[in-house]
């Protein structure tokens, strides 16, 4: 189902998605590497109750929100006439990336919570490794979108 009035807006959704994607894909590179500094600080110092205010602010300040713009900008490309081959792999290979980056999503907030709550009980290597999944699943989607294989 799609709309041809989204038509003449193609180009400003498309900005929008690509601005969108552009600044939760910041917010997620840098999310997991506080959580890597916030291991190294001491359980109620200053310097860790600071890692605390950090992540609160890019999560809910940043993050959240660019991943909301870039689904809603998402949406309205789907819905506009031409903006998606159902049948072309590569579009199927972004859907399936994208779900695991609203997935690695959902565990930076957890994970956010149990530092909040003085709970982490991950140790840093952990989040070292994890710190690199958004930009492997980011290579996924932009090949996918850009070469189109």
Request: aromatic share 18%; hydrophobic share 55%.
């Amino acid at each position: 189902m799609t709309f041809p009035v989204l038509l003449p807006f193609f180009k400003w959704f498309l900005a929008l998605h690509i601005m969108s994607f552009t600044a939760w894909m910041a917010g997620m590179f840098y999310l997991p590497r506080l959580y890597v500094y916030h291991c190294q600080a001491s359980l109620g110092s200053a310097e860790s109750e600071r890692f605390k205010v950090m992540e609160r602010r890019l999560l809910k300040q940043i993050i959240n929100p660019a991943m909301i713009s870039t689904f809603i900008f998402g949406l309205l490309l789907v819905f506009t006439p031409g903006a998606v081959n159902w049948n072309a792999a590569w579009w199927w290979v972004k859907i399936i990336a994208l779900v695991g980056m609203f997935g690695f999503h959902g565990a930076c907030s957890r994970w956010r919570r149990d530092f909040l709550n003085d709970a982490n009980t991950r140790p840093e290597k952990f989040y070292r490794v994890a710190n690199e999944v958004p930009t492997i699943l980011f290579i996924i989607i932009v090949v996918a979108v850009v070469v189109k294989p």
